[in-house]
Nanobody, 120 residues
């Protein structure tokens, strides 16, 4: 069974840094794209960043220049977050399109989320 598990959340002060990780487990043949989303209390979940299996990346304007998304293999993704602000406080979710077999289309998977809290 395919699962996504995030780690690396925590609490830091404004201006600090955190590195989130997302690990995919289970049997699958490809992961065409992986993304980070976040959700603050009372707000809708918002997209943060995306990385394709070829390495191309895209960022939301709110994090551009401060966050870096990366992958070091098809099963693991990271989000380096620098110059953190109180408004970055949220639960961060890993999301991926995963192709389980060569004869099926990729489907979307979500992790359980990891809390990031930035104190003023």
């Amino acid at each position: 069974q395919v699962q996504l598990v995030e780690s690396g959340g925590g609490q830091v002060q404004t201006g600090g840094s955190l590195r989130l990780s997302c690990a995919a487990s289970g049997n699958f043949v490809s992961v065409p794209a992986m993304r980070w989303y976040r959700q603050s209390p009372g707000k809708e979940r918002e997209w943060v960043a995306k990385i394709f299996d070829g390495g191309d990346t895209v960022y939301a304007d709110s994090v551009k220049g401060r966050f870096t998304i990366s992958r070091d293999n098809p099963k693991k993704m990271y989000l380096q977050m620098n110059s953190l602000k109180p408004e970055d406080t949220a639960v961060y979710f890993c999301n991926a399109n995963i192709q389980v077999t060569s004869w099926t289309s990729p489907r979307e998977y979500w992790g359980q989320g990891t809390q990031v809290t930035i104190s003023a």
